[in-house]
């Protein structure tokens, strides 16, 4: 590789970096949030880590995947650690899909942090934060 395009491409890869941490990320950095592993086997999507994302979130399995279910429409189901949905999902997309879910339903929106807990209460959905103490209603029944 001749010198000026491996500098190039140190130049570049230190653009992307920079641009991974400036954008939404940072809002949730103090989450640690997994990346998602998702592959395809024959027709089926295999979310291999999914199992990391409740715990990492502090919200329960099931919630998470019924708001997968719903934005992916589909109907995957849990397996030990992995979820499996039906048809061919887009792999990168798990990525957002779980960015959004932690803007909508685990950052406070008062104050932006993530230590956050769900309460219910004549049905509708709140979210409580433990630093500042609003009290946020969620809209939908994922969190
Ligand atoms: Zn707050």
Redesign the pocket.
């Known amino acids: 590789m001749p010198t000026q395009s491996k500098i190039d491409y140190e130049k570049l890869l230190g653009r992307l970096q920079q641009n991974v941490s400036s954008t939404n990320r940072r809002e949730v950095s103090r989450l640690e949030i997994p990346d998602p592993q998702v592959i395809w086997i024959g027709q089926r999507t295999i979310f291999r880590n999914f199992m990391e994302f409740p715990k990492a979130l502090r919200r329960e399995p099931e919630k998470l995947l019924l708001y997968l279910n719903k934005e992916l429409a589909s109907a995957g189901y849990i397996a030990g650690d992995r979820v499996i949905f039906l048809g061919r999902k887009e792999p990168s997309s798990f990525g957002a899909l779980i960015d959004r879910y932690v803007k909508d339903y685990v950052i ?1 929106p ?4 993530p230590d956050t807990r769900t309460e219910k209460s004549k049905k509708l959905g709140f979210l409580l ?1 433990e ?4 009290r946020s209603s969620i809209k939908g029944n994922y969190a």
């Open positions: 406070c008062v104050c932006g942090s934060c630093a500042c103490g609003a």
